[in-house]
């Protein structure tokens, strides 16, 4: 595989967040939220990343972009504000100092999942809009308004919608305005956070169609954090799927719905409902809790849920490899077991 076209690049990323206990508040145990995340973004794409509520999905976004600070591993980051010569400079995100992180927070950007708690109601939507241009000391009066009203309008929204205050938005608007605030710096990457599961469907896809828009217009590259298969579906080039902090299959999108190898990723498949009334599809319920990550299963993390489950799968851990095409899996049985796909829409 070329490595030309890799914006982003994480290898072996961890997040542990220490449990304590008792008066000394000693470290007893510790919470594997991400734990050893491999992945690339290819620039331009949409990557999709899904699981379960508590999968640690949400963690490695928040990580890659270091609004939480990362255990172990290496984001590697291509940079091309900070390049020269129209070059990229590559940045590893994860060893940054505080004044290359501000550098590069003009170039990785993130949406929040909550258009309601994620927008100061204090704040006009013009100061929300062109905060970052201030902070950053790109543009300021004139010149900043006419690039909040550019952004405004980039999302869909009236120029007289800078004087309004969040509260007298819809939760579709005020995701376009936190939209509208991701792009003010005009970053490279953006990690959408479950940027329309608190939206009605109705509204969901005028979002998700704008951000296609954006991407294409402004040569972004999304990192899509998501509980919803079909949301996933619709916006991403490839899709990841994870599993107790740690990725158990990556492939490209119709590879992954077409021919899954992974039988978690083909057990959350068959929750994705079907618009064909003649297919009978038949769902798969995973049986018991998703285990502690204090506390992890021996082996496969997944194989006290898993239907095909090995005596190898109690006690060996699956290797995270690429069958071949980009398509990635961590299962002892990828090649041998034939799992069901989802029917095409
Ligand atoms: Fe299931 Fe074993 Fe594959 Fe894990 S390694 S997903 S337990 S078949």
């Not at 970052?132 to 909040?148: D, N, S």
Request: with cysteine.
């Amino acid at each position: 595989m070329s490595s030309d076209n890799i914006l982003l690049d994480v290898k072996g990323l961890k997040k542990y967040f220490p449990v304590r206990k008792g008066l000394l508040r000693r470290v007893v145990a510790q919470v594997k939220a991400v734990d050893g995340v491999d992945m690339y973004i290819k620039e331009g794409e949409t990557l999709g990343l899904v699981g379960e509520s508590g999968c640690g999905k949400t963690t490695t976004g928040r990580s890659i972009l270091r609004l939480i600070e990362p255990t172990a591993g290496e984001i590697i980051f291509k940079s091309k504000k900070l390049g020269t010569d129209g070059g990229y400079k590559e940045i590893d995100v994860a060893k940054a100092s505080r004044k290359m992180m501000k550098a590069l927070r003009r170039d990785m950007q993130i949406i929040f999942q909550d258009p309601y708690s994620s927008l100061n109601p204090r704040m006009t939507v013009g100061s929300i809009v062109g905060e970052p241009l201030l902070v950053h000391k790109i543009a300021k009066g004139q010149e900043r308004e006419e690039r909040v009203r550019e952004l405004l309008a980039a999302v869909g929204l009236k120029p007289d919608h800078m004087k309004r205050y969040p509260h007298e938005f819809s939760g579709g608007q005020r995701q376009r305005i936190g939209v509208a605030r991701a792009l003010a710096l005009d970053p490279q990457l953006i990690v959408a956070d479950e940027p329309v599961s608190a939206l009605d469907v109705s509204i969901q896809a005028q979002v998700l169609n704008l951000m296609e828009g954006l991407q294409e217009e402004f040569g972004l590259t999304y990192l899509f954090v998501a509980h919803d298969l079909s949301v996933v579906k619709h916006i991403s080039d490839r899709v990841a799927v994870m599993y107790l902090g740690k990725i158990v299959e990556l492939a490209a999108t119709e590879k992954l719905f077409g021919n899954p190898k992974h039988p978690y990723t083909e057990a959350l498949m068959s929750a994705v409902p079907v618009p064909d009334p003649d297919y009978n599809v038949e769902r798969i319920l995973l049986e018991g809790d998703v285990p502690s990550p204090v506390n992890p299963p021996s082996g496969c993390y997944f194989h006290p849920r898993c239907r095909y489950a090995k005596d190898i799968c109690k006690t060996e851990e699956p290797i995270y490899r690429d069958l071949g095409d980009e398509h990635f899996v961590k299962c002892h049985l990828a090649e041998e077991l034939s799992l069901r796909p989802v029917v095409s829409e």
